[in-house]
């Protein structure tokens, strides 16, 4: 274990467990220099020439440069993908659209390995969660989606569904290709045309992809790849001819987004932040809850927004559920992203850490007592290792506000109550997690918790079939399943 070293003397794993280093080669992928813009099937150059690199979290290495894109451009993004909606896609047949959907799927499932090494090059997240986690499911959504193109009159009975037009999409860096299948497979399943912004840290697996079309044979101009910043994704917002917005990233460019297309008829869907509960009763299987606790706020560091955050435990179960967690947090193995032994990867940004790093002051100013097990952090790069805080009180920040790193902050209740009542003290409302042997108590929560997404006696598990989306500061609308069709569709009357 190169990057972490942990002292013997407090460790409490046995020195006969250490691991070898297992990193995956990076020789798979082969980056260009320079990326430009994906339009209408071309690569062309950002009107501006301005283009900067594309960096590597875990040790800051310029990977590639990428194109700014500005409002021209965007202008002939958008282009490209009316002239595509009008002259062909949207008039193909949709057993034909399905093929495409297939085909896609297909590729990314072939490609899977270089794609997984790429996401976790560019941002950071262990190989072993881009490997397991978003490359199947990315495969997944487009195989979920082709099924569904040629079925829309059957998914929505004697309601006459037709395509929206063009779709803007704005992603976040935490899932880029992930985010990107969440998007773009609903949207050409409905017979729709997509122009794409990814990230600004995070857009070259979206890069890849376009790659991907060109192999899928995918017509020119359907999906347009933007990279850039956020005035890139201000400019898809505002353009005229765009029909319908659907973004993902923080609820303060969500309240902009919102405010932005008020009044223009475009549709809009929001994906926003959270601060889950995941809330632990006195019954539960407690092991199996602590591997959920782990999974729901160190999976992919933290940067997720349905992360179970705040922790509720149980007066009578606490002291046990504490140790429990502090004894498996510090078998955490936090390093090397392409490492397969590696549990907790790079923080995505330098501007990222700097915010985790501000809140987890914060907590340690209100009073909170913080706990992180002995690691050694890489010096290269940017790292924040597995943190936990008690004597929590609701109205710290760390309490309030989402984190979006390691970071979880554990508070108690003693009734089903109280549990529901400071679980649902949050202006956010996109997951929470249950644990409990009880069945009816799993099924009384479920109604009274005000999340989009309730797992019980699990945590962070997606479905293409399932649909995830918020209430209050979470956003609005749904993704995944028949719901995550319908953002895509007019209806007929
Ligand atoms: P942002 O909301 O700024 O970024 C999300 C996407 O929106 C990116 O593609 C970004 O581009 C783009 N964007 C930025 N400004 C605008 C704008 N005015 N109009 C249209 N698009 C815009 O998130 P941050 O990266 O700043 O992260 C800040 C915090 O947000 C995190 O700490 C976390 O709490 C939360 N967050 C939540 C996510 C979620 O999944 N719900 C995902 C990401 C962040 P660019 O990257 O180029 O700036």
Not at 400 to 421: C, H, K, M, W, Y
Request: a negative charge.
């Amino acid at each position: 274990m190169a990057e972490v070293e942990k002292r013997q003397d407090r460790s409490p794993v046995p020195s006969a467990f250490e691991y070898a280093t297992a990193p995956e080669s990076r020789e798979i992928v082969r980056l260009e220099e320079r990326y430009g813009l994906f339009l209408g099937g071309e690569w062309k150059e950002p009107s501006s020439g301005e283009y900067a690199p594309s960096v590597a979290p875990r040790d800051e290495e310029p990977l590639a440069e990428v194109a700014y894109a500005g409002g021209e451009d965007v202008d002939l993004a958008v282009r490209a993908a009316r002239d595509a909606f009008t002259n062909g896609w949207s008039d193909l047949p949709a057993s034909e659209r399905a093929k495409y959907l297939f085909r896609i799927a297909r590729i990314l499932q072939e490609r899977s390995r270089e794609f997984a090494v790429l996401e976790s090059l560019d941002g950071g997240k262990p190989i072993r969660e881009s490997r397991d986690v978003d490359l199947p499911l990315s495969a997944a959504h487009f195989f979920y989606y082709a099924g569904w193109a040629d079925k829309l009159e059957y998914a929505f009975p004697n309601r006459r569904p037709r395509p929206v037009g063009v779709a803007g999409q704005i992603i976040p860096w935490n899932f880029p290709l992930l985010m990107l299948s969440w998007k773009i497979a609903p949207a050409l399943a409905a017979g729709n045309t997509v122009v794409l912004k990814p990230a600004e840290s995070t857009p070259l697996t979206a890069l890849l992809f376009a790659d991907v079309l060109r192999q899928a044979e995918l017509p020119a101009g359907v999906v347009n790849i933007v990279t850039g910043d956020g005035r890139a994704g201000a400019e898809i917002v505002k353009h005229p001819d765009v029909d319908k917005i659907a973004f993902t990233g923080s609820t303060e460019v969500g309240k902009e987004i919102m405010r932005a297309v008020a009044g223009t008829g475009k549709k809009l869907t929001l994906e926003l932040g959270g601060k889950a509960a995941n809330v632990i009763f006195d019954d539960a299987a407690i092991d199996q809850a602590v591997e959920g606790i782990i999974n729901g706020i160190y999976f992919n560091q933290g940067h997720v927004c349905c992360a179970g955050s705040r922790l509720f435990v149980q007066e009578s179960v606490y002291q046990e559920v504490l140790a429990k967690l502090k004894r498996r947090m510090g078998t955490l193995r936090v390093g090397d992203p392409l490492d397969k032994n590696t549990d907790v990867g790079a923080i995505n940004s330098r501007e990222q850490l700097e915010r985790i790093e501000e809140l987890v002051a914060s907590g340690e100013e209100e009073g909170a007592e913080i706990y992180q097990p002995p690691c050694r952090l890489p010096e290269k790069g940017w790292w924040f290792p597995p943190t936990v805080f008690t004597n929590v009180a609701q109205s710290y920040r760390i309490a309030q506000e989402e984190i979006f790193g390691p970071v979880l902050s554990v508070l108690t209740f003693r009734t089903p109550d109280e549990a529901v009542e400071k679980a649902n003290n949050t202006p956010y409302g996109l997951s929470a997690g249950v644990w409990t042997e009880k069945g009816s108590r799993i099924l009384s929560l479920a109604q009274r918790l005000r999340a989009g997404v309730i797992w019980a006696n699990t945590y962070n598990r997606f479905d293409p079939a399932s649909p995830f989306g918020g209430y209050k500061e979470s956003g609005f609308g749904r993704e995944g399943g028949l719901h995550g069709l319908a953002p895509y569709l007019e209806f007929e009357k």
